[in-house]
C-alpha cells in the first residue's frame, strides 16, 4: 500500500504538515503575502502572538513554518503536560541562545491552560525578545489569558477550514497514497460535513479509508457511517461555545426567525447541554423579549419547562422545541424590562423617600392623626374604576418609567393608559380649579 510505504510509523496528518506557509490550506486572510502574518515572514520580523481558532485549523503547523522561515529555533510546550520547571529550563536556554546570536520561537499549546502566575513568567522575556511567543487556543482569550500577556501579544483569529480547504487535503491525502478514496462522491462530501472544519480529523479518515480491504466497490454513505467514527460536536458546555449558541438562540427568537432558533437549539442539545439550562433561558427571554407583548409566552415557556421535568429526554426536548417556536413567532417588547431599568435607576437616585400619606394603612390612632389614609379613593369604587391619584412619593415629580410599544396585547396597554393618563389630567385640572376657588372664598 503505497500510503504506508514512506514512513509507515506517522501518521498521515503529520506527512502531510505544509513545508511552507502558502501551503497551509484555509487561512490566506493571514498568511497571504499582503496579510499581517505573511508580512511579518516577508520581512523576517515576528512579534509574540496568540492563535485563536477550532482544533485542526493549522495552529501547530503555522507556529513551526514560522519558525523556519525566520530562522529562529522552534520550541515548544503544551501546557496541559508543562509546568514551571518546563517553563524555567525554556528560558534559560532561550537567554543563552540569545547571547549567542540566535532567537527562539516558542510556542505553547493550549496556552490558556496555564494559570494566572505561569502566564506571567512569560512577561519579562516576552518584552525584552529574549522569546518569541506564539500561543495557540481553542478559546477567547479575552476571558482566558491575562490582560498583561494580551497586551504584549497580536491576537490572530484563524478560521475552521471550509468545504474546498478540506476537500484539497483529502485530494493531497490521495496525491500521497497514489490512488483515490475508496467512497462515491456522496460519501465524499459526507466524510466531508463530519469532519465540521477540522483538518486533522478529515485527514485520519482518509487514513483509516486507506487501511481498509480492497472493497468489492466503493463505499456509499452508509457504508462510510460504518467505518467511521461521528465527530462530536465542537461544543464546551463550561466555555465560550456554551455562551456563543445560547446567544444565536436568544437572538433568533428576538429576531423572529422560528427556524434559526429551532438550529441553534438542535446544536445545543446535539452537542449535549442540560435541556433545563435552555428552559431556564426561554423563561427569561419571555419576561425580558416578549413582555406584556403576549402575556402568554412565560406560561409557555414554563409548560415546556414543566413538561420536561415530567418526561425527560428525548421526549420532553419536543415541548422546549415548541416554547422556542412559540417566543420566536410572538410579538416582542422590552417596555417592561426598560421601564424597570430606570425605576432601578430613579429609585437610587431618589433614596428613602415616604409613600404618600393617602396611601398608607392607619392601624393606629397617631397613624390616623398624622394623615395616613385620609382622603384615600378606592378605585374599584370610583366612577369608570380609576381616581387618577397621585401615589409617587411627596416631592416626587411624575415620570413615566413604562411605555408600552403597539405590539400584540401591548397595543391595548398603551390605548388604556392613554385613557387614564387623560383622565388624570382632567381631573388634576378640575381639582386645581376647586382648590383656586377655595382659595379666593377664603
Not at 486572510?29 to 499582503?34: G, K, Q, S, V
Not at 481498509?212 to 457504508?223: H, N, T
Request: glycine share 8%.
Amino acid at each position: 500500500m503505497a500510503l504506508f510505504d514512506d514512513d509507515a510509523g506517522r501518521p498521515l496528518a503529520d506527512r502531510l504538515r505544509p513545508r511552507v506557509l502558502r501551503d497551509v490550506v484555509g487561512q490566506d486572510h493571514l498568511l497571504a503575502e499582503d496579510a499581517a502574518i505573511g508580512r511579518m515572514v516577508a520581512q523576517h520580523r515576528l512579534v509574540s502572538m496568540i492563535l485563536w481558532g477550532p482544533p485542526g485549523c493549522g495552529k501547530t503547523t503555522i507556529a513551526r513554518l514560522l519558525a523556519e522561515q525566520t530562522n529562529l529555533v522552534f520550541e515548544s510546550l503544551s501546557a496541559t503536560f508543562s509546568g514551571v520547571a518546563d517553563l524555567r529550563k525554556v528560558f534559560q536556554t532561550a537567554v543563552k541562545r540569545r547571547q549567542a546570536g540566535q532567537g527562539t520561537l516558542l510556542f505553547v499549546d493550549e496556552i490558556h491552560r496555564f494559570n494566572r502566575a505561569q502566564q506571567d513568567s512569560f512577561l519579562p522575556y516576552v518584552e525584552d525578545g529574549t522569546i518569541v511567543l506564539v500561543g495557540a487556543t481553542t478559546e477567547n482569550p479575552s476571558f482566558e489569558l491575562n490582560g498583561a500577556l494580551l497586551s504584549r501579544c497580536q491576537v490572530f483569529v484563524l478560521q475552521r477550514l471550509d468545504e474546498h480547504a478540506l476537500a484539497l487535503l483529502v485530494e493531497r491525502a490521495e496525491e500521497l497514497a497514489g490512488r483515490p478514496l475508496p467512497v462515491t462522491a456522496e460519501a465524499r462530501e459526507a466524510l466531508i460535513a463530519l469532519a465540521d472544519g477540522d483538518g486533522r480529523y478529515v485527514l485520519n479518515m482518509a487514513e483509516q479509508l486507506m487501511a481498509l480491504p480492497d472493497p468489492a466497490g466503493p463505499l456509499d454513505v452508509a457504508g462510510l457511517a460504518s467505518q467511521v467514527q461521528k465527530r462530536v460536536p465542537l461544543y464546551d458546555k463550561a466555555q465560550e461555545g456554551h455562551y456563543n449558541l445560547i446567544s444565536a438562540l436568544h437572538k433568533s427568537m428576538r429576531g423572529s426567525d422560528p427556524d434559526a432558533a429551532l438550529y441553534w437549539l438542535a446544536r445545543m442539545l446535539d452537542g449535549g447541554e442540560d435541556p433545563l439550562f435552555i428552559a431556564r433561558r426561554i423563561v427569561r427571554f419571555a419576561s425580558e423579549d416578549v413582555g406584556i407583548a403576549d402575556p402568554h409566552a412565560v406560561q409557555q415557556a414554563l409548560a415546556a419547562w414543566d413538561v420536561y421535568e415530567r418526561l425527560g429526554s428525548p421526549e420532553g426536548e419536543l415541548a422546549i422545541a415548541q416554547a422556542v417556536v412559540y417566543l420566536a413567532t410572538a410579538p416582542k417588547s422590552i417596555a417592561v424590562y426598560r421601564g424597570l431599568s430606570a425605576a432601578t435607576r430613579a429609585a437610587r437616585e431618589t433614596g428613602s423617600l415616604m409613600p404618600p400619606a393617602h396611601i398608607l394603612n392607619a392601624p393606629t390612632r397617631l397613624m390616623k392623626d398624622l394623615g395616613y389614609g385620609r382622603e384615600y379613593r378606592y378605585d374599584p369604587d370610583v366612577e369608570d374604576g380609576f381616581s387618577g391619584a397621585d401615589y409617587f412619593p411627596e416631592g416626587m415629580e411624575r415620570t413615566t418609567f413604562y411605555r408600552p410599544t403597539g405590539n400584540g396585547y401591548e397595543q391595548q396597554v398603551r390605548q388604556r393608559l392613554r385613557r387614564w393618563a387623560q383622565m388624570r389630567a382632567e381631573r388634576r385640572r378640575v381639582a386645581d380649579q376647586h382648590q383656586e376657588s377655595g382659595e379666593r372664598e377664603r
